[in-house]
């Protein structure tokens, strides 16, 4: 691109909304300053120290990648995800957290301000406050599949237009606002909810009994309520029926079971509290678009090739709780 071409992008691109600065990389062409998404890989400015930033972060390794992306939960400890394609993270604006990855041109990171974030998110959820989300690590082919167009864009050096920039972010605030948080995104502190050392209570009581069935009776007990009282106060808390948090947690352990042993299917699923395999399959299937055996076999797949992993089929979201996966 010519350097006038780029000077009149860059002038019609100061005339939206601006953005706080993202990660910084030794190559300043591999990156999009724009004012409503900015794009660009981490840098060594961004590894290793604990930082804060005032916008929502979207993480997507590359196949070389090795991110571990580490929080604090609720009760002040450590919780440190191991980040690696196909995943990718979303980091809420404000959260504290350290990155750990060999910098240069391995993990993208698509930055939206927390103002526009906020805005945007209101927008698609029809004038609704945007719930708090949780950083996490999630199979999510949509946010890939952005990522991987993205970066092929640096690699060209396509500089896109204003209009562009604004379109993908309106679409990135939407899918996370609308899937993330019913998926991971917690809203603590709100009225009628659980206190937050009940809630604790409850998700250490699933964590250790996640391979076995869990009633809201047993929930309940754990908090001295009963299970109507209990069901509604903690979805006031979280956002989400306790059926789907326990189902989203056993998703959850399933994909690391997948990732870091080699486990049979059958014994993946009676470990992560599925009734039969076939269960299982289709609950993995339903919320992150790939089969447990085609998760497994990427997962092994960008660890050991230089090339893309080809994402799954495109989602399309029926409701903050449900996606349905076809052809675009």
């Not at 998404?37 to 290793?48: E, K, M, S, T």
């Not at 599949?145 to 500089?159: C, H, K, P, S």
């Not at 047993?218 to 009963?226: D, Y």
């Not at 080809?310 to 399309?316: C, D, L, T």
């Amino acid at each position: 691109m010519a350097a006038a071409t780029q000077k009149d992008a860059i002038a019609m691109l100061e005339t939206t909304l601006t953005c706080s600065p993202g990660p910084t990389i030794p190559n300043q062409d591999a990156r999009w300053p724009a004012p409503s998404i900015h794009v660009a890989y981490l840098g060594p400015d961004d590894i290793g120290a604990l930082r804060v930033r005032d916008s929502l972060d979207i993480l997507v390794p590359t196949v070389q990648a090795r991110l571990f992306a580490t929080f604090r939960d609720d009760a002040g400890r450590e919780r440190t995800a191991f980040v690696r394609a196909p995943l990718v993270s979303v980091v809420p604006p404000g959260l504290p957290h350290a990155l750990v990855d060999e910098p240069g041109p391995r993990t993208l990171v698509l930055s939206i301000a927390a103002p526009l974030f906020t805005g945007l998110a209101r927008a698609a959820l029809e004038g609704a406050e945007p719930p708090v989300l949780e950083p996490h690590a999630a199979a999510d082919p949509l946010l890939r599949e952005i990522g991987n167009a993205v970066e092929d864009d640096l690699r060209r050096q396509r500089t896109p237009g204003a209009a562009y920039l604004e379109s993908l972010a309106m679409v990135l605030a939407a899918h996370v606002a609308r899937l993330h948080a019913a998926v991971a995104g917690r809203r603590p502190g709100i009225a009628g909810g659980l206190a937050p050392h009940k809630l604790r209570r409850v998700h250490e009581f699933i964590a250790d009994h996640l391979a076995e069935p869990i009633r809201v009776e047993e929930l309940a007990r754990t908090v001295h309520l009963s299970p109507f009282h209990f069901a509604r106060m903690f979805k006031q808390s979280t956002g989400r029926s306790p059926h789907l948090h326990i189902l989203m947690q056993r998703v959850e352990r399933a994909k690391h079971l997948l990732a870091d042993s080699d486990a049979a299917l059958v014994d993946v699923a009676a470990e992560a509290g599925f009734r039969t395999q076939g269960h299982f399959t289709g609950v993995f299937h339903h919320y992150t678009g790939w089969t447990p055996r085609m998760f497994r076999l990427n997962s092994r797949d960008s660890s050991r090739t230089d090339g893309p992993v080809a994402p799954p089929m495109h989602p399309r979201v029926r409701g903050p709780e449900t996606m349905e996966w076809g052809q675009p």
